[in-house]
């Protein structure tokens, strides 16, 4: 696998502030035709580098060339249009749609009169299909198709415009692994076809499968860009997570963990937690009073372990016990009956209650109480809803305000609130930081350290290794579906921990 | 007395809002001068009352279902069906007068349980379902009242609808009744709470561990036994049941709701706003028959009205979204 041929982009000397922070400092970057991979843990600096590729957003300094000439693009239809494609993480298609409807939307074969030519719309579809040699059907409805296939016709799609530059950002974090192979087949394809490929993933293994050369980011710095063959696991490791020499025990800031005593007893006890192409036979146990850190990339099940405990997820194999007896949660409601708790990952989907004040949003998982009689109580439920507002520190501290006239952090607070005015033993948060500004992660973190001095245990599942290992007691290591560490933060640095996720 | 600077902004934001308040007093004022005070006088107002009680009392179950992001389109032929067995058991079979009332209401409920169990545990859309339960409803009707009129209720059953106590229709007293009834349930009830939750973010809700299944059978039954109410009102009024009892009703009570600031989006409104849409709708229509408008037209009116409220509502949640960017 050589490089030899003409660079067809070269994004020079890029650098970028966030917030007078360096998301890229000074990064060279060069695409041939191969499978470039770009690769670094959440905030190294990968998306960053592509969004500015892509025109979504400029560059501070630093310059592009495409094909040896300067351009600047001021958006990503400007990239499309100079033939630099990318296929985005989430799927964006319309499932009740033929696969023929999704590739040719806004340019349908015609007849003379205007109308669609169906027949010829879908020819035009199987030749786009044709050149990944795909065998679906291009009348097939998307939403039938497996997401591997949604994928590939994704890919098809991107082909279709012709494009010189083909940027996948992390294609196959929602694949089973058997499916991984068939995407990997494909990209190389691909690249056989003439188109420059940018891959970005987390996972190692098909890092090193995939990629003629690999480019390693770390904090906003290019740490080297190799040859595949010149690279080894344990060495791409320490480029992203560096030397554990360089990783300054000082960086050790986690100074609340308590080795929780066994003794104190089991809260939740897991055992071979399987659910088809997600985990497999995962078996760990909580605390009580414990902060328990579940971690991994994305795409390797963590997410899943939140929902299955608090009965969202029921599809799966293995079993749960609580404080010693045998549970089984089939609705969230009977979660919340037994005493759990949960924080979703989509707060705007699946936690606020936008056209509510924040008020009822806070007592929303504590109705029972308040209206104890059926009907309120104002005495209890003011009470309940100041000294919550107090906890969780809400500032402007009103209850009768719109929820969705908070900012992020705040409105996750509010979510969270609800479980503290509860008896809730257990208390599941999946991404708690997620789209909450900087500020206030440090003041969500601090509120969990907290809700453990009142007997809750909790577990934090997220993909902010540095974020877990700073509140965590204990941490869960997760990679393809399976727990593959446990990392003790009070004697490891974060890094640790990442390296064993993307090994 | 904590906030009460935020009480005070929030009940004029509140009013702005559903500015139900404000069309009624405009309407009342100009219907006044225009039918020359005919409109104002107390035989008229008892007249307006007494036609705003059923199709008020069906809004107040539809506003309820309304505010869980559903529709119920089967009321007319829930007071249908159950107007005609109520009427046979009275008539033809001699079911003691009570018991018939009794059986009534239980026919009412029962038909939106059906609703709400197809809706909430089978997760049928509700507009279909509730269509398809409006032609079984008074399909069933028809049959069973053989296309006649049964006539000849037992005396006593003229109490709903002619009846009074302390100077006002027993209709009226039955309307104030369940309106009240379903603004204590609404603000101050836990099952009220959690209904604007479920409206507001269904999936939310689920997940805070609210009991979403139970309550959505709960409104339907709850729309349905208004629905069974109604039927009881308008047979003791016409003191027979005939199967156009309840005929576009539903269309009625929906349009109420939506003026009285109850929105098609869920999760926003109140059954007193409900119950003064209601108002407004039988006032313009009683105001256009003093003045002797031709009733095709007033059709046409009261869907203007009806488009007005909607685009009105439409309009101010964009406003709103604006606002918060």
């Known amino acids: 696998m050589e490089a030899v041929n003409e660079p067809v982009v070269v994004l020079q000397n890029i650098s970028k502030k966030f917030g007078g922070i360096f998301a890229l400092n000074q990064v060279t970057f060069d695409l041939r035709n191969e499978i470039h991979s770009i690769v670094g843990h959440n905030g190294a600096g990968k ?30 239809r400007e990239a499309q249009e100079n033939r630099i494609s990318m296929v985005w993480q989430e799927l964006s298609n319309f499932p009740n749609l033929t696969v023929t409807e999704n590739l040719l939307m806004q340019r349908f074969v015609t007849k003379a009169n205007g109308a669609i030519n169906w027949k010829a719309s879908h020819d035009l579809c199987k030749q786009f299909l044709q050149r990944l040699s795909l065998d679906i059907d291009p009348k097939s409805m998307m939403g ?6 949604q994928q590939l016709v994704e890919f098809s799609k991107a082909l279709s415009y012709d494009p010189v530059v083909l940027i996948l950002d992390e294609p196959t974090s929602a694949l089973s692994f058997r499916e991984q192979e068939i995407l990997y087949e494909k990209i190389i394809k691909i690249k056989s076809q003439g188109v420059a490929v940018v891959f970005i993933s987390h996972k190692l293994d098909e890092i090193m499968t995939l990629s003629d050369r690999v480019t390693v980011l770390r904090d906003g710095q290019k740490i080297f860009t190799k040859m595949g063959n010149e690279l080894d696991k344990d060495s791409l490791v320490e480029a992203i997570v560096g030397k554990p020499s360089e990783r300054k025990k000082e960086k050790i800031r986690n100074t609340g963990q308590r080795d ?22 995962v078996s760990f146990s909580l605390n009580k009073g414990e902060i328990l850190g579940i971690t991994g990339v994305s795409g390797s099940g963590i997410s899943d372990i939140g929902k299955i405990l608090f009965g ?37 989907e699946e936690g606020i209650i936008p056209g509510m004040t924040v008020g ?9 109480q308040i209206y104890m009689t059926g009907f309120v109580n104002n005495r209890i439920r003011d009470e309940v809803i100041y000294r919550i507002m107090d906890i969780i520190d809400l500032k402007p501290r009103n209850p009768e305000i719109a929820i969705s006239s908070l900012s992020g952090g705040n409105q996750q607070k509010v979510v969270m609130a609800r479980w503290i005015s509860k008896k809730t033993r257990v208390l599941i948060l999946d991404e708690p930081t997620r789209g909450v500004d900087v500020g206030a992660i440090g003041k969500i973190y601090s509120l969990i350290r907290d809700l453990t001095h009142q007997g809750v245990s909790v577990i934090v599942i997220s993909s902010e290794f540095e974020e877990v290992h700073s509140v965590a007691d204990r941490m869960l290591v997760f990679n393809k579906g399976k727990i593959v560490g446990e990392i003790k933060p009070a004697s490891s640095v974060w890094e640790d921990a990442f390296a064993l996720a993307i090994k | ?198 409206g507001g973010n269904p999936k939310a809700a689920w997940i805070a561990g609210i009991n979403v299944t139970q309550n959505r059978i709960l409104i339907y039954a709850i729309s349905g036994f208004l629905s069974a109410v109604a039927a009881l009102i308008i047979t003791s009024r016409i003191m ?53 408008v031709s009733p095709y037209i007033q059709t046409a009116i009261k869907g203007t009205v009806i488009f ?9 949640r964009r406003k709103e979204l604006r606002l918060k960017q």
């Open chain 1, 47 to 76: 998306s960053t580098l592509v969004r500015i590729l892509m025109g979504a957003i400029q560059p501070d300094d630093g310059e592009i060339y495409l094909n040896g000439s300067p351009v600047s693009f001021d958006s990503p």
């Open chain 1, 144 to 149: 039938k198709l497996s997401l591997a296939q």
């Open chain 1, 260 to 281: 929780v005593d066994s003794n104190t007893g089991l809260i939740l006890e897991v055992k071979n937690l399987s659910l088809e192409r997600r985990l497999e036979k």
């Open chain 1, 312 to 348: 969202i997820e029921q599809d799966y194999t293995g079993e749960i016990s609580l404080e010693g007896h045998p549970y089984e949660s089939l609705t969230p409601q009977d979660a919340v009956k037994q005493g759990l708790g949960y924080v979703p990952k989509d707060r705007k």
């Open chain 1, 360 to 368: 009822d949003n806070i007592v929303l998982s504590t109705l029972k």
């Open chain 2, 1 to 198: 007395m904590k906030f009460r600077d935020s009480k005070f902004i929030s009940f004029f934001s509140n009013l702005s809002k559903n500015g139900v308040v404000i069309i009624f007093i405009v309407i009342v004022i100009a219907l006044a001068f225009l039918t020359k005070g005919k409109s104002i006088k107390p035989s008229n107002i008892v007249n307006i009352m007494l036609q705003t009680t059923t199709i008020g009392i069906l809004a107040i179950g539809m506003t309820l279902v309304i505010i869980d992001r559903g529709i119920d389109l089967s009321v007319g032929g829930v007071a249908a069906l159950s107007s005609a067995v109520g009427a046979i058991c009275m008539t033809k079979l001699g079911v003691p007068w009570i018991l018939c009332v009794l059986i009534m209401l239980v026919i009412g409920t029962l038909v939106g349980m059906i609703n709400g169990f197809s809706i909430s545990v089978l997760k049928m859309p509700a507009f279909i379902t509730t269509m398809a339960m409006l032609k079984i409803t008074q399909g069933s009707a028809h049959y069973l009242l053989g296309g006649t009129t049964i006539f000849g209720l037992p005396e006593i059953h003229s109490v709903f609808g002619q009846g009074s106590f302390i100077g006002i229709p027993v209709a009226v007293w039955i309307l104030i009744f369940f309106t009240l009834i379903g603004f204590l349930l609404l603000k101050y009830s836990r099952f009220g709470r959690e209904l604007y939750a479920m």
């Open chain 2, 240 to 292: 027979c049941a005939q199967v156009t009892i309840g005929d576009g009703s539903e269309l009625d009570a929906i349009a109420s709701a939506v003026i009285g600031g109850v929105s098609m989006a869920g999760g926003e409104g109140g059954v007193l706003g409900a119950v003064a849409g209601t108002f407004i709708i039988v006032m313009i229509n009683n105001g256009l028959n003093l003045l002797a």
């Open chain 2, 308 to 316: 007005t409220a909607i685009a009105s509502d439409v309009i101010r």
